[in-house]
C-alpha cells in the first residue's frame, strides 16, 4: 500500500489498474452526497468517523466503484505557487473539485487484501486520536486517585473497540470501567482523608495533654 500526501513535491501518477481509497476532510459542497460518503472524513471527531470505500482505477485517472464499474469522478493534479503538487478530485455532474488529504494506492494485493489494510490503517488513524483525547483526561484522573494501570486497561478497551468493529460496546464498557475505576478512587482518596483528620485530632489532643 502506498499514503500520498495532500502536497508531494513532484507530480502524483496514480498506476493504471490500481485499487484506491481517499481521504479528504474540507470535501466541495458541490459533490453529490453518495460520493462524499466514498471518502474518510472526519476522522479526528470522535464518534463521528467515516471510513472510505475502496475503489478502482484502470488508467490512473477515471475513478470507478469496484462493484458495477461506475465512474463516480476523474483525478487531476494542480502544481501549487510554492511548487508543491496537490492531487484533486473531480466530479461532472455536477462540476466539483476537492483537493485530496490522503490517497492510499493498492497495486498488487487483492480486493479483499486491499479492504484489510485499508480498514487497519484507517482504524489506526482513529484509535490514535481517540487515545490523545483520553490521555489528557487520563492525566487529570490520575492526579485524583485513579492508577496508572486502570488508565492503561481503558485505553486497551478503547483500541479494542474500534479495531473490533464493536465501537459502541466496547466504549460502554470502557465507560464503565472508568466509572468504577473514579468510584474506587474516590474512596481512597475519603479513607486517607479520613485518617489524616484522625491523625490531626490526635496530634492536637496529643498536643493539648502535654501543655497541661
Not at 66 to 78: F, M, Y
Not at 96 to 120: G, H, P, Q, R, W
Not at 168 to 174: D, S
Request: net charge negative; proline share 3%.
Amino acid at each position: 500500500m502506498q499514503t500520498i500526501p495532500i502536497a508531494t513535491r513532484e507530480e502524483t501518477k496514480i498506476p493504471a489498474g490500481s485499487y484506491i481509497a481517499f481521504r479528504a476532510e474540507n470535501i466541495s459542497y458541490k459533490m453529490p452526497e453518495n460520493i462524499q460518503e466514498m471518502f474518510a472524513r472526519h476522522l479526528t471527531s470522535s464518534g463521528k468517523e467515516c471510513y472510505p470505500t475502496l475503489l478502482y482505477t484502470p488508467d490512473g485517472t477515471t475513478v470507478q466503484t469496484i462493484d458495477d464499474g461506475e465512474v463516480v469522478g476523474t483525478l487531476a493534479t494542480k502544481k501549487e505557487r510554492n511548487g508543491n503538487y496537490s492531487l484533486l478530485f473531480r466530479t461532472s455532474n455536477p462540476e466539483s473539485e476537492t483537493t485530496i488529504l490522503t490517497t492510499y494506492v493498492f497495486e498488487t494485493e487483492t480486493v479483499e487484501e486491499c479492504i484489510a489494510l485499508l480498514d487497519k490503517c484507517i482504524s489506526e488513524l482513529v484509535v490514535q486520536n481517540r487515545l490523545a483525547t483520553w490521555r489528557f483526561r487520563a492525566v487529570a484522573l490520575q492526579e485524583r486517585g485513579v492508577t496508572h494501570e486502570e488508565t492503561k486497561n481503558i485505553e486497551s478497551l478503547i483500541a479494542e473497540a474500534v479495531h473490533t468493529g464493536n465501537t459502541t460496546e466496547g466504549l460502554i464498557t470502557a465507560e464503565k470501567v472508568l466509572r468504577e475505576a473514579v468510584v474506587n478512587a474516590s474512596a481512597v482518596l475519603k479513607a486517607q482523608t479520613e485518617a489524616a483528620r484522625e491523625t490531626w485530632k490526635k496530634v492536637k489532643e496529643e498536643t493539648r495533654n502535654g501543655n497541661q
